[in-house]
């Protein structure tokens, strides 16, 4: 029975305005308070007047009469008092702003899949290697109603992150794509430019210092800075909301890492992504200690070809709690008030093939 509803709903979800998107937040509350109070507030007075004509054609054709109750003082009363009432929930809305949080490393591989909730917005980091493997740890994940994300970044464009993407923008609506300034071309490129076109979605190149709003969270851009020197620019991106941020390296390159310790007032962050899953980097203790995360997570695949992460990059993230995707499954981060909760093997979904990728990445 349960399967039978499952398969009803996801079907039912997928057919065409089976979600509608409606405007949020603090102005929208008020505007719908003020839609609910006028027609509370002229429902009745609008039945009164059709009741009257009711009455007028009753008399015209004599058919029985059918009592209409007038708009009276009464119902100006409940009006009112309906109206107060949803003037009092949008003021605690006010009061407590803050949606809840929670943030994905889904098990998709050898490769990169971040999904980011702010309350009912969505923002998606990277795709990994496998466009079926994403979909289904989306499908885990979301609720089926949901098919609209309203936020798509690509790092960079190898296929370990950026492949699952492409499926994506064939299934779900998407209201924003970024990428990094002077993203590396190719096939990958080319694929991610033509299903972009084809969503019609917006398509925002980005660089230091952009920032972008996911509810009332805020992406800011680190890099790339535009160092001629760095052959694959790739997005590194830093999450902030209240009393959690997280950073998300891509594979940004060591060139790119010391570029980033150069300004590294803007690298403490409470949960680290470090780069390129975990690979090998001269800067690795140098990143941990600039960073001072909490906690860790790396996404990478079981047994993977590339030994990630390495052991240098374990030992560098030393005495902080470090999640991975090919031990711990999907893990999911929740902030509840100031305190970061954390669940592993957060979907219940079987692990993907063991390092599974499609072709090897080009090297950097």
């Known amino acids: 029975l349960a399967f039978a509803l499952r398969v009803v709903v996801e079907t039912a979800a997928a057919l065409p305005l089976a979600s509608v998107a409606v405007p949020d937040g603090p102005v929208a509350g008020l505007g719908y308070a003020a839609v609910t109070g006028t027609v509370l507030c002229l429902g009745p007075r609008a039945l009164a007047a059709a009741g009257a004509k009711g009455r007028e054609l009753r008399s015209r054709v004599r058919l029985p009469a059918v009592r209409v109750p007038a708009f009276s003082a009464r119902h100006a009363a409940f009006a009112i008092a309906a109206t107060l009432a949803l003037a009092a929930g949008v003021v605690a809305v006010l009061a407590n702003p803050a949606a809840p949080i929670r943030v994905r490393a889904l098990d998709v591989g050898q490769g990169d899949a971040f999904l980011v909730e702010i309350g009912p917005k969505v923002m998606l980091i990277d795709g990994g290697p496998d466009p079926a493997r994403l979909l289904a740890e989306l499908g885990a994940s979301l609720p089926p109603w949901r098919r609209r994300i309203d936020v798509v970044a690509l790092t960079h464009a190898h296929a370990d992150h950026a492949d699952g993407l492409i499926g994506v923008l064939e299934r779900y609506e998407v209201g924003l794509t970024l990428e990094p300034a002077g993203l590396n071309p190719g096939p990958v490129a080319t694929a991610w430019a033509e299903r972009i076109a084809r969503a019609h979605a917006e398509r925002r190149v980005v660089s230091v210092g952009a920032r972008v709003r996911v509810g009332d969270a805020t992406v800011t851009i680190l890099a790339p800075d535009g160092d001629p020197r760095v052959d694959v620019p790739s997005l590194v991106l830093r999450l902030e909301r209240g009393s959690f941020s997280m950073l998300f390296m891509g594979d940004a390159t060591e060139q790119a890492q ?53 052991p240098e990059t374990l030992a560098a993230l030393g005495r902080v709690t470090t999640y991975r995707t090919d031990r711990d499954g999907t893990v999911e981060l929740d902030l509840d008030g100031t305190s970061l909760v954390v669940r592993t093997h957060a979907n219940g979904l079987p692990p993907p093939r063991g390092g599974f990728l499609p072709h090897a990445p080009p090297a950097g």
């Open 258 to 310: 010391a570029d980033l310790l150069l300004r590294s007032g803007s690298l403490p962050t409470r949960v680290y992504v470090p780069p390129h899953h975990g690979a090998a980097t001269p800067y690795a203790s140098a990143l941990v200690q600039a960073v001072h995360p909490s906690a860790a997570v790396i996404s990478v695949g079981a047994q993977n070809r590339y030994g990630h992460p390495t």
